[in-house]
C-alpha cells in the first residue's frame, strides 16, 4: 500500500479517536496524562486501522465497530500498561489495606478499558458508516465528495 493510500484511510479514524480521547479525558485528569493519552492515540490508531480495515475495499460496519473497539481499548490503556502489570505481579503482597488499594486501582482500570471499548465501538461505527458513504459517492461519477482530500 503506498503511503498516500495509507493516510487516506487511516487519517478519519485517527482524527476522530483523538477528538474521543480529548471530549472523554477533558478536565478530568492532568494535561500530562491527556497529552499520554493523545500520544499513544495518535500513534497506535493508524497502525490498528490500516493493519484491518485500511487493506479492504469497503468495510463492513460490524468489522468497524469490532476495530473501532479494539482501537479503543489498546489507544486507552496501552499508557499503563506497566502500571497495570505491578499492580497484577504484586498482587496478595501487603497488608490488607493496601490489597485493597492495589485491587481497586485495578478495577479503575478495567472500567476505562470497557469505557474504551464502548466508546472504540462507537467511533468505529462511526468512521466505517462515513467510509461507506464516501465510496457510494465516488461510485456515480461527478458526485464524489471532497472529504477525503
Do not use: C
Not at 497495570?84 to 478499558?113: K, N, P
Not at 462507537?122 to 458513504?133: A, C, E, K, P, S
Request: aromatic share 10%; charged share 10%.
Amino acid at each position: 500500500m503506498q503511503v498516500e493510500t495509507f493516510i487516506r484511510k487511516v487519517w478519519l479514524p485517527t482524527a476522530l479517536f483523538i477528538v474521543a480521547a480529548v471530549i472523554v479525558w477533558w478536565n478530568r485528569v492532568s494535561w500530562a496524562h491527556v497529552l499520554g493519552q493523545l500520544l499513544s492515540t495518535a500513534l497506535l490508531t493508524p497502525v490498528i486501522w490500516g493493519a484491518t480495515i485500511g487493506k479492504r475495499r469497503s468495510p463492513h460496519l460490524m468489522r468497524g465497530m469490532a476495530v473501532g473497539a479494539l482501537t479503543g481499548l489498546l489507544t486507552q490503556l496501552a499508557p499503563h500498561v506497566q502500571e497495570m502489570w505491578q499492580l497484577q505481579s504484586h498482587a496478595g503482597q501487603g497488608g490488607g489495606d493496601e490489597q485493597l488499594a492495589r485491587g481497586w486501582e485495578f478495577a479503575v482500570y478495567l472500567i476505562v478499558g470497557f469505557w474504551a471499548l464502548i466508546v472504540g465501538a462507537f467511533v468505529g461505527l462511526v468512521v466505517t458508516g462515513i467510509q461507506r458513504m464516501v465510496l457510494q459517492w465516488t461510485k456515480v461519477p461527478g458526485s464524489e465528495p471532497d472529504l477525503l482530500s
